[in-house]
């Protein structure tokens, strides 16, 4: 497996399977980013990897610029950040924004937390499920304004739907999503009416005996 992933914007890739057949290149504006490919837990279908925390700065600081031009036009107050590789992109966002703080969801209970604001929450990467996903109730109040979700993937949709559940019951009502990929096409049925906006879109990928193809 390649190291160099999410490591720089390169200017010489092709966009799509690369011929190593371990790497995918998406286009961000006039560049292009290289992600690894990821075999799915059924054999036959991978994924184009995006793991936030191990970026360099300079992929989360252009992912970030596109991401925020893309929420700007809805005028948001608030940052909601998804945990936990949602945060990096989500604060960097609400600073381009010249907010002076964010709102964290966490997947940890603290003891002065509150069961009713919380739902359960699972994703592609952590398909079992068994975590919960918080809203700090001292947080609640902040989020009495015009507020929009960040987060790292959409794929299947299952977190954000979790999210928007939870905001659900704390009285929230999101202006719009922003996320760094778009996965395949699975999370568009979990997200209602809410936007949602991509620095970059990724299919899921098939395998067959030659390599990885689109479906």
Same mark, same amino acid.
């Given at each position: 497996?390649? !190291? ?21 290149? *998406? ?6 980013? !290289? !992600? ?22 300079? $992929? ?17 107050? =608030?940052? =909601?950040? =998804? ?9 960097? =966002? ?24 919380? *739902? ?28 929009? *979700?960040?987060?790292? $993937? !959409? ?40 936007? *949602? ?19």
């Amino acid at each position: 497996m390649r !190291l160099d992933v999410w490591q720089r914007l390169h200017d010489t890739l092709t966009p799509g399977v690369q011929p190593d057949q371990e790497s995918f290149a *998406v286009a961000l504006g006039d560049r292009q980013l !290289l !992600l690894p490919i990821r075999t799915l837990p059924d054999g036959e279908r991978g994924v184009a990897s995006l793991i936030l925390n191990q970026a360099s700065f300079a $992929v989360l600081d252009a992912l970030a610029d596109v991401v925020t031009e893309q929420l700007r036009p809805y005028d948001p107050e =608030v940052i =909601v950040a =998804v945990p936990t590789l949602g945060l990096p992109l989500a604060e960097a =966002v609400a600073r381009r924004l010249g907010h002076d703080r964010l709102v964290p969801l966490g997947n940890s209970r603290k003891f002065w937390y509150d069961d009713d604001l919380s *739902v359960p929450m699972s994703s592609i990467t952590t398909p079992g499920g068994g975590k919960r996903l918080y809203l700090d109730p001292r947080m609640r109040p902040l989020l009495d304004a015009r507020v929009a *979700v960040v987060d790292d $993937v !959409l794929s299947t949709g299952s977190s954000m739907a979790a999210v928007l559940a939870l905001l659900e019951t704390a009285g929230v009502d999101p202006l719009a999503i922003g996320a760094a990929m778009l996965q395949g096409e699975g999370w568009t049925g979990r997200v209602g009416a809410v936007p *949602v906006h991509g620095a970059f879109r990724t299919p899921i990928l098939a395998k067959a005996p030659d390599g990885w193809h689109l479906p």
